[in-house]
């Protein structure tokens, strides 16, 4: 693998020289995601394999070609998982591009966010230097936290080489129950559960029904169905799958889709089209046939929140314009890691 990581630095450091742009990619399954993206595509499925796993230690560490469905594999035969649920959008789908995408599941609010799971990360920048960052324990030292910041970078401040993450045992049990209930209704419901001592690991709502799973030990789940009620549903896993993977057909229908991030205890949002709410309440979908950005991003950024282009709209504007501060350390950054502006130009900001 030494003779891969040779070729990925000669040709990162042929393109700084003359200012060739590069499109990283892996299995090119997110392809769509953010902004237009000009560059010769810089494959890195080659640079793959499990390089470190111990389940008794709930750390595994990955090269960044290594596919999803490999590593989950691995995992399941011990009894654990990525607790964060990261979608797969299909079997092409590797580790480097799930956590350069920062995408997390419907497990999100119950267990954290993929760049809470990332303990550390090597990465070779615009000079083709390979930078270490992190470890594979899960403490890290004061400082800035680079290795999860490289969760959501989008493959814009250099290639991911390999991520060590922390994973968790799958549950005991798992049911899903649902509830008919209006938006306003569900949004309450979900904060007051969200205080609870309540083993929810999951909710969405949509269409005027609230969808909540448990997880954990058998006795709490059973407490949890006893003191909840609602009615059981039965092919609960494939409900859930199919909303972490985004098959449903609320997110195929026509038009633009935008996921709007917002405190969970906001109101409902008065907005043209057609919601599904996740995280209790702090990730909201809507599709809407024709979407004005501004006033999308208006509501939301009232809410205390901030709005994505996430489909249907592939080109400028596809995320939330940033305040001049964070936009002048988000430029400090990329200039520190790729000086000569070559990886996945534009595909952020």
Known sequence: MDAILDQFRARIQAASADGTPLLLRGGGTKDWYG?????????TRAYTGVLDY??????LTARCGTPLAEIEALLAQNGQMLAFEPPRFGAASTIGGVVASGLSGPRRAAAGALRDFVLGAQLMDGRGELLSFGGQVMKNVAGYDVSRLLAGSLGTLGLITQVSLKVLPMPLREATIRFEMDEITALRNMNEWAGQPLPI???????GVLSVRLSGAQAAVKAALQRLGGDPLANGDTFWAGLRDQQRDFFAGPGQLWRLSVPSAASALVLRGEQLIEWGGAQRWLRVERGVAEDIRRVVAAAGGH??????????????PLQPAVARIHERLKAAFDPAGIFNRGRMY
């Open 54 to 59: 111990e389940p008794t230690e709930l750390v």
């Open 201 to 207: 690991s999951a909710t969405c709502w949509q269409g």
């Open 35 to 43: 902004q237009h993206v000009a560059g010769d595509v810089f494959d």
């Open 307 to 320: 709005a994505t282009r996430y489909r249907g709209a592939h080109g400028e504007g596809a995320f939330h």
